[in-house]
């Protein structure tokens, strides 16, 4: 039980702040933060991704450059230009890599306004830190794993960012339907993206990139974006704009 508890906790704090703060914040700045719960959220995606952490500048110029060329070739990970998901997956942490250390400067349209913490990135993306995360992940299940079967959840635990981010953009460019011709092979691959909080409304969310609702039809249903919007009535966050 305290193994699929904590599977399952991992799971969806990862993907929390991966789509609330990397995706929602980091990318495309549908919300404002003041300075205390800026550094929260920032630490909080430290310890939810833990040994997968991605830096959030990258993160945010990876993301804007799928906007701008998305499903085409200088997509830097849309599905159709790959034979499976792994390849894509390598192809994504190549290009990941060259922005994550700086090597390369991305064209200007897709700079500027970067969510930044020098210390928690180092930290982060140091080696160090992503082999204390994993020891702890291995000594949890040491002292927990009850069973054989159990141990197959644990390699899910080093990868849990970029594996939610194959999902995506492998599941959400494939599989589903389509609200909107967008020009590309966006889809919404489920009409309720419980599993992946709301994520797999890549159709809707490609025609509305600075929507903080991906859902748009009355039975789509995007988990995140009632937290957000009690968030926003604490005045944690403060909406950009008027919500499409």
Same mark, same amino acid.
């Given at each position: 039980?305290?193994?699929?508890?904590?599977?399952?906790?991992?799971?969806?704090?990862?993907?929390?702040?991966?789509?609330?703060?990397?995706?929602?914040?980091?990318?495309?700045?549908?919300?404002?933060?003041?300075?205390?719960?800026?550094?929260?959220?920032?630490?909080?995606?430290?310890?939810?991704?833990?040994?997968?952490?991605?830096?959030?500048?990258?993160?945010?110029?990876?993301?804007?450059?799928?906007?701008?060329?998305?499903?085409?070739?200088?997509?830097?990970?849309?599905?159709?230009?790959?034979?499976?998901?792994?390849?894509?997956?390598?192809?994504?942490?190549?290009?990941?890599?060259?922005?994550?250390?700086?090597?390369?400067?991305?064209?200007?349209?897709?700079?500027?306004?970067?969510?930044?913490?020098?210390?928690?990135?180092?930290?982060?993306?140091?080696?160090?830190?992503? *082999?204390?995360?994993?020891?702890?992940?291995?000594?949890?299940?040491?002292?927990?794993?009850?069973?054989?079967?159990?141990?197959? $959840?644990?390699?899910?635990?080093?990868?849990?960012?970029? =594996?939610?981010?194959?999902?995506?953009?492998?599941?959400?460019?494939?599989?589903?339907?389509?609200?909107?011709?967008?020009?590309?092979?966006?889809?919404?691959?489920?009409?309720?993206? $419980?599993?992946?909080?709301?994520?797999?409304?890549?159709?809707?969310?490609?025609?509305?990139?600075?929507?903080?609702?991906?859902?748009?039809?009355?039975?789509?249903?995007?988990?995140?974006?009632? *937290?957000?919007?009690? =968030?926003?009535?604490?005045? *944690?966050?403060?909406?950009?704009?008027?919500?499409?």
């Amino acid at each position: 039980m305290y193994i699929i508890t904590f599977f399952i906790g991992h799971w969806f704090l990862s993907l929390f702040v991966q789509t609330f703060f990397l995706h929602r914040y980091a990318s495309h700045k549908m919300f404002s933060l003041n300075s205390f719960w800026y550094k929260f959220f920032y630490v909080l995606t430290y310890v939810g991704q833990g040994a997968s952490y991605l830096k959030p500048k990258a993160y945010a110029i990876m993301h804007r450059m799928h906007h701008a060329f998305s499903d085409t070739e200088k997509d830097p990970h849309s599905p159709h230009f790959f034979e499976d998901v792994f390849q894509m997956m390598w192809n994504t942490r190549g290009m990941y890599v060259i922005y994550e250390k700086d090597l390369q400067q991305p064209e200007p349209q897709f700079r500027g306004e970067y969510a930044e913490w020098k210390l928690v990135d180092k930290m982060g993306t140091s080696m160090t830190s992503r *082999i204390l995360f994993s020891v702890a992940y291995v000594a949890f299940y040491v002292v927990f794993a009850t069973q054989w079967w159990m141990w197959l $959840f644990l390699p899910f635990h080093f990868v849990m960012g970029p =594996l939610h981010g194959a999902i995506v953009n492998w599941c959400g460019h494939k599989y589903g339907y389509s609200n909107f011709d967008n020009q590309d092979k966006s889809k919404n691959t489920t009409p309720f993206d $419980f599993l992946m909080l709301g994520e797999l409304f890549q159709n809707n969310h490609h025609k509305f990139p600075n929507s903080p609702n991906f859902g748009k039809k009355w039975f789509e249903i995007d988990p995140v974006y009632p *937290i957000m919007k009690v =968030l926003s009535w604490l005045r *944690i966050i403060k909406f950009r704009k008027v919500q499409s």
